[in-house]
């Protein structure tokens, strides 16, 4: 920002703006759960606006656009491999051995 009046000319410091990619601050968990049971499953994230995407077996769940899903009374319906979305996945197996996050009903 430059300022001046008849008496002279002053720069200001300057300013930097920083936008940051989402990062997941914490993951889902696997659950293990009886028939008709409430399975609920919750992600953490920070950045600027992160936004949410649930996947089941690698299609989006309808209505999974928020930080938690929550799949009431599950049946065999449910049973699946259930993931946030994006390239993230990649990153997150290779740095967790793997593991995907899912649900088992017993």
């Known amino acids: 920002m430059v300022v001046s ?6 720069t200001s410091a300057v300013a930097l703006v920083t936008v940051i990619d989402p990062v997941i601050t ?3 968990v696997s659950r293990t759960n009886h028939a008709g049971s409430a399975a609920v ?8 606006a992160p936004e949410y995407q649930w996947y ?6 309808s209505g999974g656009t928020r930080a938690e ?9 449910d049973e699946g491999e259930y993931r946030r979305g994006g ?6 197996r ?13």
Not at 41 to 48: I, L, M
Not at 56 to 61: E, L
Not at 69 to 77: E, Q, R, S
């Open 5 to 10: 009046n008849v008496a002279g000319v002053v």
């Open 26 to 28: 914490a993951q889902p």
């Open 41 to 48: 499953f919750s992600v953490q994230a920070q950045g600027t």
């Open 56 to 61: 089941k077996n690698g299609g989006p769940v």
């Open 69 to 77: 899903l929550v799949l009431a009374g599950v049946t065999d319906v």
């Open 87 to 92: 390239e993230q996945r990649l990153r997150e």
């Open 94 to 106: 290779e740095q967790h051995g793997g593991h995907p996050d899912g649900l088992d009903r017993r």
